[in-house]
């Protein structure tokens, strides 16, 4: 595990992760189930994009994904009060020197676990709350947190103020896992081969 320390959302930070495929977007290669997404070839010229012309497409963010950004200080003090722990904020996380894919957790709890923050809609809690599970949409963002930084546990915290938190306790799952390893390096291959014989003609 290499730990880049950016601020997240920072020009730095973005400059980093230029071109690499990301936790947070590993549903455009992998699905839930272990198969190739559908949305994996647009992704992959997206990054080649990014990589040819060293600049990233703007994203757009809507009101309550700002909302969201700026209550991810109140879920941190959340957590860090009720599980007595003190999160480790950090840019980027690579699983090893080659730096070719990443993780931007919300935190790092030691050498023990990670954190995963989500601020939703309180319409959008209650669902999370019924049904008692990591949602799916975030599935494969824990996973390959997890399969990054390889550390045992994760934990996914969805807070809403005024309404009751769901936090879950993450393990690894080995089979996706698996097929997370074997996309990756396939994807990465690819990204390559592409920005490679652009860059020639």
Same mark, same amino acid.
């Not at 676990?113 to 923050?117: A, I, Q, R, T, V």
């Not at 390959?144 to 399969?147: D, E, N, P, R, V």
């Not at 920005?195 to 860059?199: D, G, I, Q, R, T």
């Given at each position: =595990?290499?730990?880049v320390n950016l601020t997240q959302g920072s020009e730095e930070w973005f400059q980093e992760k230029l071109g690499k495929p990301?936790?947070?977007n590993i549903s455009k290669i992998l699905t839930n189930d272990g198969k190739p997404s559908k949305q994996r070839m647009g992704y992959l010229y997206e990054l080649a994009g990014e990589l040819i012309t060293g600049k990233r497409e703007d994203t757009y963010k809507n009101p309550i994904m700002e909302e969201g950004n700026v209550r991810e200080d109140e879920?941190? !003090?959340f957590f860090e009060l009720t599980q007595n722990s003190e999160v480790t904020k950090v840019g980027v996380v690579y699983k090893d020197g080659d730096k070719k894919f990443l993780c931007s957790p919300d935190g790092l709890i030691g050498n023990e676990?990670?954190? $995963? =923050?989500k601020?939703?809609?309180a319409k959008t809690q209650v669902k999370y709350l019924l049904d008692g599970k990591?949602? $799916? $949409?975030?599935?494969g963002q824990v996973q390959?947190?997890?399969?990054v930084t390889e550390l045992p546990f994760w934990w996914f915290l969805s807070y809403v103020p005024l309404m009751k938190p769901l936090l879950l306790k993450v393990n690894p799952d080995k089979v996706y896992q698996e097929a997370l390893k074997r996309e990756l390096t396939a994807f990465c291959q690819e990204l390559e081969e592409i920005?490679? !014989?652009? !860059?020639k003609e």
């Open positions: =595990m290499i730990i990301s936790a947070s879920s941190r !003090k676990c990670g954190l $995963e =923050m601020n939703p809609l990591l949602p $799916e $949409e975030y599935f390959m947190s997890l399969y920005v490679n !014989k652009l !860059k």
